[in-house]
C-alpha cells in the first residue's frame, strides 16, 4: 500500500536522515532542504537534541550579521557494527554515529563456505569485537549486515545463492540469539547505497545507483531521497541483463554477468596469457591457479594479459552503466569494486566508452566510490543506525 | 533537493490521487491506504467536498451495524483535453474528472509531419473540440498532451526526434497561446503510466511499470506510487538499451530497439513474405509498401509471415520484460501497443518467454493495457487533472 510520508515519525526519520548528509547544517537550511516550516524543522530539532542525537556545533559567522547554530550527528548517542559477508572476506567493524571507524576485525577464508559456515564465522568475530567493546565500555545499540542476495530486508532471511551448498538462513534471528543485539539484514549493493548516500558520494543527489561489479554485477539504487528495493526486494540485479544472440538469429539468450563480471576477466586475461606465454599472470600461473587478487597484482605490474582483461572489464562496466542511464537517468553512478579501486584509468576508461555509447545523450556524474573498501559494513551500520534512531524518534 | 512530502498540500494531492484509485472509498479505508490519521482524513476530506471535488456517494449497507459512507471523484468537477500525438495519428478527447470520454477527434497524416507541422494539427483539431464545449457549456480547465520525447514535462518543451526534421517546440507555449487554456505536456509513456495508475491495471499497484511496443521501445514507471521521470526526463528509454556483440570478440555495440520494435518486426515479416512468394503480406507488397497496419491485418489473416513476425515481436518484448524485472522488480507490468492489442497470444507468448528467462526469478503481473488505445490521451488528461486539482487544493 502507498505510504504517505506525512506521519511525523517519518518527518522525523527523514529530517535525521538530512542532518546526516548535509553536516553541519542550519536550521534554515534544513527548512530550505525539506520543505517544512522553519517551525516545524526547529520543533523535531528540539526533540533530536533532547534524545541526545544531535548536537549544536560551535556558532559560525556568516558575515558581519548573526551567527548561526549548526546542528551535527551527535556522534556518540549510537554505536553500531556493520559486517560486510563477502565470499571470502568478512568484515566487521564498530561505528559511532557519525560513521567513524572505531575498531575492525577482519576474517578470510581461501574457499567458499556454505552460508550456516560463514554465519558461524560472523559470530566468532562478533564474540571478539564484543568483548573489545565490552572492555571500552561502548554500548552496541545494533547490528547491521551486508550480504550477498537474495535477501529479505524485514525478516533478515537470506538465500545461499553465492555461496556453497543451498541453504536458506533467517540471519537476523540467529545473530540476535547468539549476540543479544538488534540486528537488521540488507542486501550488499543496498547497504553500500545506504553508506554512499549518508557518508560518500550520494550525499548531495537525490537519485543515484551504487554499482558493485565484483565476481557478480548489482546495483543499489536510491530513488527520489529513498532506497528502491523493488516488490520482491530483487531490484537492481543488473548483472542478470540479458541479451539476443544477434549472429544466431534464433533465440539464444546470454547472461549479460556471463560477460561484464571479474570472473569472465580472470578467465579473458588466463587466456591471453597462455598466448603470450610471458608475463606476470603466465609465471604466477605455473604456480597456482590464478585469482583476482592475482589479475589486480598483474596490472600492476603492467601485464599486457592482465591490462587488456582490465580493459574489457572498462567496456563492459560502460555497456552496464549506459543501461543504467537509459532505465533510472540518475544524478550519479558510484562504482564499487576491486578494479574500480585499482587505478583512475579505470574510471576514465569507462566513462568514455560511456559517452561514445551516450551519443550525446546527458551523462550522469560518474566516480569510483570514495569510501569502496568499507561502504559495504559501513552501509550496513548506516542501516542500523537508521533503525536504532527510528525506535528512539518513534 | 529532496522533498519531503510531507507539506499539506502534498499530502492533499496524494490523498485526491487515492481517492481516484481507490473510488468508491470509505474515509477509514483511506487512513489505513495512505498512514494518515482518521481525523486528517476527514478535515481534508471536509476541504475536498467543500471545493465540490469530491462526492460523498449513496450509503452502502455493512452487515447490520452502521452503514460507511463511501466517497468518489465528482465527475464533473474538472473537464480537460487529453490529446495524444503520435507520429501520423493525433486523437484529442474531452475527459470530465472521473475519466469519462465526452467527445473525441481524430487526425490522421499518411506521412509523418515535422513537429511544427503537427502542432498546427493540433490547434486545428483542438479548435474543432472547443468550439462543440463551447455549445455544450463545458469549461474546459486544462490541457495534457502525450507525445513522444524527449519531453521537458516542466516546461513543455519537446525535441522532435521521433518527427521529421531536426526540431526544438515549446509546445505548451504555443497551445497555450493559441487556445488560452492551461496545457501541460507529458512523454507519451509517462502520461500512460499516469492514466493506468489512476483508471487501468495500475490501480492497485505501487510499482509498475508500463511498456510500449511501437515503433519504438520506451516504458512509463510508477516507483513507490509516484511517476519516476529520472534527473533528465529520460528515465525508461529501454529501446536504448545497448548490449555487446558476443561473436565479433569485440566493441561492437548493438542497440535492442534496432530488432525489438514494430519497425524491425514488419522488416522481417516483408523478408519471409519475399521469401514465401505467396500470402497475404506478399500480395499486399506488390500492390504497396507493407505498413505496420497490413502486418496486423496480415497475423489476422494468419499470413505465416506475419505470424513468425509476430512471434519474433513476443520473444524481444519478453527480453525486455525480464530486464525490466531484473531493474526494478515491479508489481505489474502494462504492456500497450497495437501488438499487445492484437491478439490474447501475444501476450501469453510473451509470458512464457519471460518464465523461462527468468528461471524461477518471481514474476510480476503482465498484462495487456484494458485501455490500451486511449491510455496516451487519457494519461495526458489525468496530468492535466491533476495539476487543475493541485491549484485548487493550494
Known amino acids: 500500500m502507498l505510504n504517505i510520508r506525512s506521519s511525523y515519525v517519518k518527518t522525523k526519520e527523514i529530517l535525521y536522515t538530512l542532518i546526516h548528509r548535509y553536516q553541519p547544517v542550519a536550521r534554515s537550511d534544513l527548512a530550505d532542504i525539506s520543505g517544512l516550516t522553519r517551525a516545524s524543522v526547529s520543533n523535531i530539532v528540539k526533540e533530536f537534541l533532547q534524545l541526545g542525537l544531535v548536537q549544536e556545533s560551535d556558532k559560525k559567522g556568516v558575515g558581519i550579521g548573526r551567527k548561526k547554530v549548526l546542528l551535527k550527528i551527535n556522534p556518540k548517542s549510537i554505536h553500531v557494527i556493520g559486517v560486510d559477508i563477502g565470499r571470502r572476506n568478512i568484515v566487521a567493524t564498530v561505528y559511532n554515529a557519525g560513521g567513524k571507524i572505531l575498531r575492525t576485525e577482519r576474517l578470510f577464508s581461501p574457499s567458499i ?169 603466465y609465471t604466477t600461473m605455473q604456480k597456482r591457479q590464478l585469482s583476482i587478487g592475482d589479475l589486480i597484482d598483474g596490472f600492476r605490474e603492467k601485464d599486457p594479459a592482465a591490462i587488456e582483461a582490465v580493459d574489457s572489464m572498462a567496456y563492459y562496466t560502460a555497456i552496464t552503466v549506459a543501461n543504467l542511464v537509459f532505465f533510472a537517468d540518475p544524478d550519479l553512478i558510484v562504482i564499487g569494486g576491486d578494479f574500480a579501486g585499482i587505478s583512475p584509468r579505470f574510471i576514465q576508461q569507462v566513462r568514455e566508452e560511456v559517452e561514445t555509447i551516450l551519443n550525446g545523450h546527458p551523462l550522469p556524474e560518474l566516480r569510483a566510490s570514495p569510501i569502496h573498501d568499507i561502504s559495504i559494513s559501513l552501509g550496513a551500520a548506516t542501516r542500523a543506525i537508521s533503525e536504532v534512531a527510528s525506535k528512539k524518534l518513534s
Chains 1, 2 share one sequence.
Open 113 to 281: 563456505k556454505t552460508l550456516h559456515e560463514s554465519v558461524e564465522d560472523v559470530k566468532r568475530i562478533l564474540s571478539r569485537i564484543l568483548t573489545w567493546t565490552h572492555s571500552k565500555e561502548i554500548h552496541i545499540d545494533a547490528i547491521g549486515i551486508g550480504i550477498p542476495g537474495p535477501v529479505d530486508p524485514e525478516k533478515g532471511i537470506v538465500h545461499s545463492a553465492h555461496f556453497r551448498g543451498n541453504e536458506i538462513v533467517n540471519l537476523k534471528e540467529s545473530i540476535e540469539i547468539s549476540c543479544k543485539i538488534p540486528t537488521f539484514v540488507e542486501k550488499d549493493v543496498n547497504a553500500a547505497a545506504l553508506g554512499e548516500q549518508w557518508f560518500g558520494d550520494g550525499k548531495k543527489h537525490d537519485s543515484f545507483v551504487y554499482l558493485l561489479v565484483v565476481e557478480g554485477i548489482g546495483a543499489g539504487m536510491i530513488i527520489d531521497g529513498h532506497l528502491y528495493r523493488g516488490v520482491h526486494d530483487l531490484a537492481g540485479k543488473v548483472g542478470r541483463f540479458v541479451f539476443p544472440a544477434i549472429e544466431e538469429n534464433g533465440k539464444r539468450i546470454f547472461i549479460f554477468e556471463e560477460f561484464g563480471s571479474e570472473i569472465s576477466a580472470l578467465k579473458f586475461a588466463e587466456e591471453n596469457a597462455i598466448k603470450s606465454k610471458n608475463g606476470y599472470l
